[in-house]
Structures are given as C-alpha cells and as structure tokens.
Nanobody, 119 residues
Framework: VQLQASGGGLVQAGGSLRLSCTAS?????????GAWFRQEPGREREFVAS????????VYADSVKGRFSISRDNAENTVYLQMNSLKPEDTAVYYC????????????WGQGTLVTVSS
C-alpha cells in the first residue's frame, strides 16, 4: 500500500492545520492502526497519535494531548490529524504510518509533510 500525506504548511503559533493521509487501497480489515509520527532535524522520529481502524480508539503523545485530534474515514481509507493551538516546538516533518493486523511494527509509511510553526 502507498500512503499520500498532505496538509502541511506554515502557520503562526496558536493556529491550526489539518493533515490528511490517504492509502492507495482498502485499509479496513487489513490494517489495525493508523498513526502519525513526526521528526525534527537531528532528532529521532517520535510518535504523535494513533487510531484503531475498527474501534476508533485513539492514543496520543502527552505533548499533543488536548491540542491534536486523530480521526479516520474507513470509506476513504484516510486518516486525519487536526492540529490546534500549534506551538513552535510542533515544527517537524509529519509522517503517517499503518500497522498491519498481527504485526507489532508500522510497515507502511507516507512521504512526510512539513509543518512549520512560527513564533
């Protein structure tokens, strides 16, 4: 499966952005989780949020709780990340990823979309 991420850009602190990640084929029934990660230059990639395709259960990193919201559209094979109250420290390349049923790792990754938050 190929993932196409979009929605990144430049925004002022306190602003909002919505990221989208669309899979090239059906995800429901094959993939367990959809997730977003981010990576700043010179730092390791870090987990941001995940959502279960079936139940819709969500998990968030402490750093984004209350500000970010992950959702999915099973019919469109798309996972979203609504980012509100953005801070300069949210600046990073954001990657979407999928985890297959029965696997413990994220096996499919999008190309990344840059989010820049100015102070």
């Amino acid at each position: 499966v190929q993932l196409q991420a979009s929605g990144g850009g430049l925004v002022q602190a306190g602003g909002s952005l919505r990221l989208s990640c669309t899979a090239s084929r059906r995800t429901y029934g094959t993939y367990l989780l959809g997730a977003w990660f981010r990576q700043e230059p010179g730092r390791e990639r870090e987990f941001v949020a995940s959502i279960a395709w079936g139940s819709g259960n969500t998990v968030y990193a402490d750093s984004v709780k209350g500000r970010f919201s992950i959702s999915r559209d099973n019919a469109e094979n798309t996972v979203y990340l609504q980012m509100n109250s953005l801070k300069p420290e949210d600046t990073a390349v954001y990657y979407c990823a999928l985890r297959r049923l029965g696997r413990s790792d994220y096996s499919s990754w999008g190309q990344g979309t840059l989010v820049t938050v100015s102070s």
